[in-house]
């Protein structure tokens, strides 16, 4: 805390690196939670219809895992699915609407440093992530039997997931002039990342070739830790995809942090 | 120390047709306590000056500080100390008036702040606002809300860019009355504004920028008395002379030619009278600040800097 004389008055303010982060952190969840039948009823929905159509086609077809019903394998992709899209679209969607309409000057004229930045917009995106994802869960946990192995692997994959789709829809934000941009990046980029990372099938029953190439995605390896939580074992080792998902995660935040601190595309 | 302090500021753009120098070598300091003005026409880089202030926009060289703070190296402490209005009228569409300040305050880190939000609600005219959101206000309200966005944090050195253009004569007058009365608490004021009678009637010293530059620099009342000081109006039906339409401001019939004493007024007359102009409604007043400007943008007078 410093006290800054003012002619005015005296105000006592916080000071240091992360003054003003739980403000910012706070009016981004906030933001969200005001328009919540769009950010979090919405997708929560589009969950459940994937679950009702493809369990309806699938279930009793294919067993995953040895002994895994189909429905049960879908459930916690379809979590971590919508956890993964909704935290990037929280940030991604913020930052760009706040650069077109140009109430992102109310942020740059204050003390905010890079690393607020970087908390407040990861923190909400983690916040909505997990908003969705247990609304997902709270839903579909009916439609087939689903037990916990361990907690630990899916609180991890939970809230690293969503902090690196969440640094990674900040990069975009700031990148992106258009909301054309953001939808490209939503539309070619994150959805066939999500959707080809195993959280429709196993990709141990891909062929040779698709079965390598998934590998090399790193969404698969957040699906694929994150369903270990749920049935205690997985496509490869939980620890594979720590290192891979940590990994990313430090690699996307440094490059966040870096943009943020040179005001890439904001301060010019 | 001064208030705001700018040194050999320079910034260039690249554009398509090569680099354009927006602000080229500007140096002057703002005291502790002045009502500033900053004029120029549109394009003379009173903005970006503004936002190198701010810290939206980095400075190619030199320096910019505020109370001794350099905004680059030391930007937290800076901007904790000034309180800027933009030009733009902007708004976050998600958030009551009292939300949006609660959360422009929390950003400086100032917290509870609910009693200088409510003065500062009473004082812009805002006090039955506070609970609606800003999506339902008129610009003139919007106007408002962000002078007290840009006061929330009770800065002792206040920015305004231009802050009345297309606001109603009620608000100019509501706003200029708090403003002034900040300044006399000692606040420091710096004004951009394209209306000259507001800079004439408000600020204490002026700057004036074109192309980049500053072209005059000195107090108020000096710029004015430098100035030729007697200005000649009249309305006229038929086209000026071509010997008086060098020195001439025509708008629609009124027609308005500075002169330095009597004997240029009667010889001003005496065209007229040569070419069968009859004017209309003539009065011979003293000089403003428009005229002032317009002279100076002209560059009929050498820079007129005071040290």
């Known amino acids: 805390m410093t006290t800054v004389v003012s002619p005015v008055a005296t105000v006592r303010v916080a000071t240091g690196i992360l003054a003003g982060t739980r403000t910012l952190l706070y009016k981004e969840v906030l933001r969200f939670w005001k328009v919540s039948f769009q950010t979090v009823a919405a997708p929560v929905l589009t969950a459940v219809l994937y679950l009702l159509i493809f369990g309806h086609v699938l279930e009793g077809r294919v067993t995953v895992f040895g002994s895994v019903g189909y429905t049960s394998f879908l459930i916690p992709g379809l979590v971590m699915m919508s956890v993964l899209q909704n935290a990037f679209a929280n940030s991604s969607s913020s930052l760009i609407q706040s ?24 923190g909400a995106s983690i916040v909505r992530g997990v908003a969705v ?25 939970t809230v690293a997931g969503a902090a690196l789709m969440g640094a990674l829809g900040l990069i975009a934000g700031l990148w992106a002039e258009k909301f054309d941009q953001i939808a490209a990046f939503q539309n070619f980029i994150i959805m066939p990342m999500t959707f080809l990372s195993g959280v429709f099938y196993s990709v141990a029953s891909l062929p040779p070739v698709w079965h390598t190439v998934s590998h090399l995605n790193p969404f698969f390896y957040m699906i694929d830790g994150f369903r ?41 | 120390m001064p208030a705001i302090s700018f040194v050999n500021v320079a910034k260039t753009y690249a554009s398509p047709r090569g680099e354009v120098r927006a602000l080229d070598d500007v140096s002057f300091d703002i005291e502790e306590g002045e009502f500033f003005g900053l004029l120029g026409p549109n394009g003379a880089g009173k903005t970006t ?29 800076a901007r904790r100390l000034i309180g800027v209005v933009p030009q733009e009228l902007v708004f976050d569409p998600f958030f009551t008036v009292r939300e949006a300040l609660r959360i422009q305050g929390g950003y400086f880190g100032v917290h509870h702040n609910d009693a200088w939000i409510d003065e500062l609600l009473a004082n ?31 800065p002792p050195v206040i920015v305004l860019d231009e802050p009345t253009a297309g606001v109603d004569v009620e608000l100019r007058q509501t706003l200029w009355q708090f403003i002034a009365r900040l300044n006399k608490e000692g606040h420091t004021v710096l004004l951009t504004t394209h209306y000259l009678e507001e800079a004439e009637a408000l600020c204490g010293r002026i700057a004036m920028l074109k192309q980049g530059r500053v072209v005059a620099l000195d107090r108020t009342s000096a710029l004015l008395a430098g100035t030729a000081s007697t200005m000649l109006r009249f309305k006229l039906d038929k086209p000026l002379p071509a010997a008086l339409q060098k020195n001439a401001r025509v708008t629609g019939r009124i027609v ?25 409604d003539l009065e011979i007043g003293r000089a403003d600040l428009e005229d002032v400007f317009i002279e100076i943008m002209r560059g009929e007078t050498p820079p007129r800097v005071a040290a």
């Open chain 2, 124 to 154: 812009l005219g805002l006090a039955d606002k506070g609970d609606s959101n800003m999506r339902q206000l008129s610009g003139g309200m919007k106007r408002r809300v962000l002078v007290a966005q840009a006061l929330v944090h009770r």
């Open chain 1, 99 to 122: 650069k077109i309409t140009g109430n992102l000057v109310f942020l740059l004229v204050s003390p905010l440093s890079h690393w607020a930045w970087f908390l407040a917009y990861v």
């Open chain 1, 228 to 268: 270990r939580g749920f049935f205690g074992t997985s496509d490869v080792s939980p620890w594979t995809s720590l290192a891979v998902v940590g990994a990313s995660l430090v690699v996307v935040c440094a490059v966040c942090l870096h943009l943020l601190k040179i005001g890439y595309k904001i301060r010019h």
């Open chain 1, 133 to 157: 994802g247990a609304g997902v869960l709270i839903v579909t946990i009916w439609f087939a039997p689903l037990h916990v192995a361990n907690p630990l692997w899916i609180l991890f994959f």
């Open chain 2, 256 to 280: 308005q030619i500075t002169a330095h004493d009597a004997r240029e007024v009667e010889s001003i007359l005496a065209v007229l009278h040569a070419a069968n102009c009859d004017p209309e």
């Open chain 2, 49 to 77: 000056l503004i936002s190198i202030l701010a810290g939206l926009a980095r400075a190619t060289a030199g320096r910019v500080s505020v109370l001794g703070h350099d905004v680059a190296a030391d930007y937290a402490a």
